[in-house]
């Protein structure tokens, strides 16, 4: 458990409750999370910004979603065969079999990791 500091406003005490700095960019996955956490469970919500974790952990797993989501349409192009050669030859098909894949694994990947 944190020791709380005090700071001395007129005649009253108000804990020095401070946000621990994050650089890392929240990014779509991780503020779906915490809005999907905002909604359905305000209590967890809740522990996340007394903790001061309200800004980690959807970074944290802002980051896990974008490699499984690569992990995904990588294994995904290659159950598909869809190539850079197929890229070079018709380039439509590719756009149109790359933007399936992607949907789907961005389906995958939300109801995996995202939502309650």
Known sequence: MQELNYIRC??????????PDE?????RFGR?????????RPIRFDDLCL???????PADLNERAQSRLEV????MKASESVTEAMKATDR?????AMNSI????????????LYC
């Open 10 to 19: 007129s005649d009253y005490y108000i804990p020095d409750i401070r946000v």
């Open 51 to 57: 903790t001061g974790e309200l800004w980690t952990y």
């Open 72 to 75: 995904i349409i990588k294994q």
């Open 102 to 113: 992607r949907n789907r694994a961005e389906e995958i990947v939300i109801s995996e990791l």
């Open 92 to 96: 439509m098909s590719w756009v149109s």
């Open 32 to 40: 779906r999370r915490r809005e999907c956490l905002r909604e359905r």
């Open 23 to 27: 650089t890392r960019p929240v990014g």
